[in-house]
């Protein structure tokens, strides 16, 4: 009776392996599939924040208010502008509409990207554009500016910052960020109205912007940059979240 007993316990711990085993790969399934989902996440997380392209937030944010300021709009038209443009521009609802054209790439193509977004020639692109952007405002800048309206740069250097506005997306992402903010201005103030040839003057500043920020790079460096965001994986991503980004509603 007892040896029977054994008998059965036993045929019933072997009858329960089967059932354990699959319990524990499905759990270790699952466990791969949350662990991937994370790095999926930080992944997306990377390539934004290298790309730098959250800082169409700030600009968004910036724009709106001068533009308020300019009006001297009562403090309830204030609200509701920022309201609008927090609900498009803000850096979360941002970051949500840039990852929607990297939702569809593999671990691989992402891995690249981020290579591609972290090699030396791009993190010392974003040094001289972060340094530009602060001294947008100082007498450096603006006697940079001055002189170049009066005495152009070549054609040949025009081409070269023409060519590397168009791999980037430069003018074309501030100009989407621009028009969304002068709609939801215009929404507001009924009787308002952007500058008139705002998209050729903004074009302008951009230009002006990528010479002075450059201007101590040779064209073959700036060239090399173009190439870079030439890049397969990056390239469609900056096509994608451009045409994304004219209907941001």
């Known amino acids: 009776m007892i040896r029977r007993l054994f008998s059965v316990i036993g045929l019933l711990t072997l009858a329960t392996l089967p059932a354990l085993s699959w319990a524990n790969s499905t759990a270790a399934a699952q466990q791969n599939g949350l662990q991937h989902d994370v790095e999926h996440e930080q992944q997306l997380a990377r390539v934004i924040e290298l790309s730098g ?33 927090t609900q498009l521009w803000s850096p979360v609802q941002l970051t949500e509409r840039l990852k929607q054209p990297l939702q569809s790439l593999t671990q691989q193509q992402l891995q690249q990207l981020i290579k591609t977004l972290n090699s030396q020639v791009m993190r010392q692109a974003r040094s001289k554009e972060n340094a530009a952007v602060a001294g947008q405002d100082s007498a450096e800048f603006l006697a ?29 992402l501030i100009l989407q960020t621009r028009a969304s903010v002068y709609a939801q201005l215009q ?8 500058p008139a040839n705002w998209q050729t003057q903004l074009q302008a500043e951009a ?43």
């Open 53 to 85: 392209l959250t800082g169409l937030s700030l600009q968004a944010r910036h724009l709106a208010q001068r533009e308020l300021n300019k009006q001297q709009a009562a403090l309830g038209f204030q609200y509701q502008v920022a309201g609008r443009v």
């Open 144 to 172: 940079y500016v001055e002189k170049l309206r009066a005495q152009p740069p070549s054609v040949g250097r025009l081409k070269t910052i023409s060519d590397l506005d168009q791999a980037m997306h430069f003018s074309d």
């Open 187 to 194: 929404a507001v103030l009924k009787n308002w109205q952007p």
């Open 207 to 249: 230009q002006e912007f990528l010479l002075y920020t450059y201007r101590r790079t040779p064209n073959d460096g700036i060239a090399a940059l173009t190439r870079a965001y030439q890049q397969p994986a990056l390239k469609a991503w900056l096509q994608a979240s451009s045409t994304l980004l004219k209907d941001p509603s």
